[in-house]
């Protein structure tokens, strides 16, 4: 798949509060090589807090090693226990702040973004996806950590936006009863009599 001709070493990250999934991926023109695609396990913590620095100090090492470019993030989108999705937002922070200490832009995906990249379909299976990088890079996922394998579809999927952004743009859903929102304020004139 010719994807661009942009010279970049992305890091790609799926963030977890006990394992985050990372991949380092260099794109020299038509050419992609896995860097570095594994774990980072922060379980050995007791203390949350001490997971976050962990995951933190962690992911700048990374960032000193293999000197990348850029930086994406997956975005969580829903968790039935709202005290583990909030976990999973600080240490999505983590992720997010360690390379942006570093003087790296970081962008986010959600999933259905990240599967439109690699696959073209949005809805795609997990299946799919790991066909498709399997395909892309060459390595035998059976021996991947899904964590691991998600990261590398962010870190690809991320390439593939700044270099050809229209296979992954994700078309915006209207809002409530096809009015669009702008603005808080625009949401409050439009809807008086949901505001006490």
Known sequence: MAIGKKDEIV???????????????????????????????????????DRLKELFLQIQQLIHVY????????????????????????????????PKLEGLQIAEYYPKAVKK??????NASKQQVATMLEHMTGLDFNSLKMDATDALS???????????PQLISVPKKKSHQNRAVSSWEDFVKQNPDRIK
Request: hydrophobic letters at 40%.
């Open 117 to 122: 990249a690699i696959t073209g379909n949005g």
């Open 154 to 164: 962010v870190a690809i999927a991320h390439y593939i936006s700044i270099s050809k």
């Open 67 to 98: 000197k990348p470019t850029t930086a994406a993030v997956e975005t969580p989108v829903y968790g039935k226990d709202p005290l583990a999705m909030l976990k999973l937002g600080r240490a999505q922070a983590a992720c997010m702040l360690a």
């Open 11 to 49: 890091l790609g990250l799926d963030p977890g509060s006990r394992t985050t999934g990372y991949a380092i991926v260099s794109f020299s023109g038509n050419t992609r090589t896995v860097l570095a695609c594994d774990v980072l396990r922060l379980e050995k913590f007791e203390e949350h807090q």
